[in-house]
């Protein structure tokens, strides 16, 4: 057990002696046997920021206790170990360096640090037993700190040392294994200082023939290129040279090379202004530039063949359009010409019922008569679309202007009335009132007036014809819908049929099986598209895009 604290010990030692006690010299503190605090040095009360008055009659373990931050320090059983021998012994106790922080009287729960050099004395009194134990302590904070401050400086160093010699050992395996022939040149010479592996690849020698000498001895085959003016250059003007694609001549194993090389050329300081060196950097690009300038003469070879390909369609079509405008003419002038001996083939029929006997038309007659009269009239239709199909490529260049949408629908609603009311259709029309297509107005009519119709005539027997005109802008074209609830189409059988010429996926109706044919050629000629979805027994939605202007 440790002893206890005892007030009865201060009784022995008088005001006097404590007085003087309290003012000498350096940083004493007077203990009790019980390591009772009796007395404190005013050095004493300045080096661990204490006051007399809270020190005295303290334990003092109490007063000053372990920092719970260093618990590596072990300053409280280091001191109590001192203190113990020194009674044991009755003799000095010298303590090696202690770290032994001081609490901090202006934060509470805080410590200040401190290092120290104790040593405890024994006051004897005559029976010889220790009567006080005097604790002398030298402060050395500032120059454990000061050790310290240069061991963590000592330590950064040898870690930037250590980290700069990391990095230019990792430099150096850089410049080493780099693909760029590197080199550093010195004095005016031109000595080779350095060089890596790929400058002796380079050059088809080994780096023992190349560095220690100067530049244009170790390598001659670049005496005469130039070099030796740039690199005068570079030293006297400070200027780093640059070179793309330079073509080297290079000797390798007694065999002349041409390559085609990225170089530059750095000056290389010792101080801000002196220049001492030049560091060599060059690439080869030799595969680049072939391959570019194969690449090049391709491509040189291919536009050629690009013209002449061009000239050849371009008279092609020249041709083609010479044939389409002879085919066009013939087209024009047959349906032209055949329109007379038809009518006159009409009038002859009629003629024919008029001067046969009713008597005589008897049996099949009639039914032949009649026959011959629908040939006619189907030979006639035929060649009218002819004709219509002609005007339409004629038509093709013409100019064409503004014409009102909502109008024109309407137009063609009065035409198609009769069918309308035939059919029983309701035909909703959900138009702007001022949307306009620059169109012929005659080629807008003709494609409202196909897509309606063909709305009527192909309605579905089982219920109400209900049609749809609707129109849209999206992006930089108009959009004009028609939508039915009609017999619809099978697309997947026959949507390459759905727009030729003569062709009809429904034939119940009567028909010649050009009309959409002219629509898409109209809509095309205007530099627009349709397009057509549709399901079988369900109707069809025809939308036309027309370009905005």
């Known amino acids: 057990m440790l002893p206890t604290a005892s007030l009865g010990t201060t009784l022995l030692l008088s005001p006097n002696l404590l007085s003087v ?13 019980e390591w009772q605090i009796v007395g404190a040095s005013n050095d004493y009360l300045a080096a661990t ?28 059983t280091n001191v109590r170990a001192s203190l113990a021998q020194v009674l044991a012994t009755k003799q000095p106790h010298d303590m090696a360096p202690q770290h032994y922080d001081v609490p901090d009287p202006a934060h509470p729960g805080r410590f200040v640090e401190r ?58 395996r850089v410049y080493e294994e780099a693909p760029v022939a590197m080199g ?37 085959d670049l005496a005469g290129q130039g070099f030796e003016q740039v690199f005068v250059d570079v030293l006297e003007t400070g200027r780093t040279a640059a070179f ?15 390559g085609y090389f990225n170089i530059t050329y750095q000056p ?70 055949l329109k007379a001996p038809i009518s006159n083939l009409e009038g002859l029929l009629h003629a024919l019922q008029h001067e046969l006997p009713v008597q005589r038309q008897v049996g099949e007659i009639p039914a032949l008569l009649q026959l011959m009269q629908q040939a006619i009239e189907r030979f006639g239709r035929t060649l009218h679309h002819l004709t219509a199909i002609s005007l339409l490529q004629k038509e093709y260049d013409r100019p064409a202007t503004p014409v009102n949408l909502t109008r024109v629908v309407a137009e063609v609603q009065l035409d198609l009335a009769p069918l309308v009311a035939e059919s029983g259709a309701q035909v909703v029309v959900l138009l702007p009132e001022h949307v306009s297509f620059t169109l012929a107005e005659k080629n807008l009519r003709s494609i409202v007036y196909n897509l309606l119709s063909n709305a009527l005539k192909y309605r579905h027997p089982d219920r109400v014809p209900h049609i749809e005109i609707t129109y849209d802008q999206q992006g930089e074209s108009h959009l004009l819908a028609v939508h039915d609830n009609g017999l619809g189409l099978d697309l997947d059988r026959g949507a390459e049929r759905l727009f030729a010429m003569f062709q009809r996926l429904h034939t119940h109706v009567e028909g010649s099986g050009v009309g959409l044919y002219m629509v898409k050629r109209m809509i095309e000629n205007a530099g627009g598209r349709i397009e057509v979805q549709s399901e079988l027994g369900q109707g069809s939605t025809f939308c036309v895009y027309l370009p905005l202007t």
Not at 21 to 33: H, I, K, M, R, V
Not at 51 to 74: H, K, M, S
Not at 316 to 337: C, G, K, M, P
């Open 244 to 258: 793309q694609e330079l073509l080297v001549r290079i000797e390798q194993a007694q065999q002349s090379y041409q």
């Open 268 to 337: 290389v300081y010792d101080g801000p202004h002196h220049i001492t060196g030049i560091l060599c950097s060059a690439f080869e690009v030799t595969d680049q530039v072939r391959a570019r300038r194969q690449v090049e003469q391709l491509n040189q070879e291919l536009e050629t063949h690009v013209h002449a390909r061009t000239q050849e369609l371009t008279a092609t079509n020249e041709q083609l359009q010479r044939t389409n405008v002879d085919l066009d003419n013939f087209i024009y002038t047959a349906s032209h010409d």
């Open 21 to 33: 006690f309290n003012a000498q010299p350096g940083a004493t503190l007077l203990l009790s046997p």
């Open 184 to 220: 550093l040149l010195r004095g005016p010479r031109f000595v080779v200082e350095w060089a890596n592996a790929r400058m002796g690849q380079i050059f088809g020698r080994p780096l023992a023939q190349i560095i220690g000498r100067p530049h244009f001895d170790a390598l001659p």
């Open 49 to 76: 920021l204490t006051e007399r008055d809270l020190l005295v009659g303290q334990y003092i373990f109490d007063a000053f206790p372990d920092n719970p931050e260093t618990p590596e320090a072990n300053a409280v």
């Open 115 to 172: 290092y120290w050099k104790p040593r405890h004395t024994p006051v004897l009194d005559a029976a010889g037993q220790v009567h006080f134990i005097i604790q002398s302590v030298q402060d050395i904070t500032a120059s454990r700190l000061a050790e310290r401050q240069l061991r963590e400086s000592q330590a950064r160093e040898q870690a930037a040392l250590a980290e700069t010699e990391r990095q230019r050992a990792e430099l150096q």
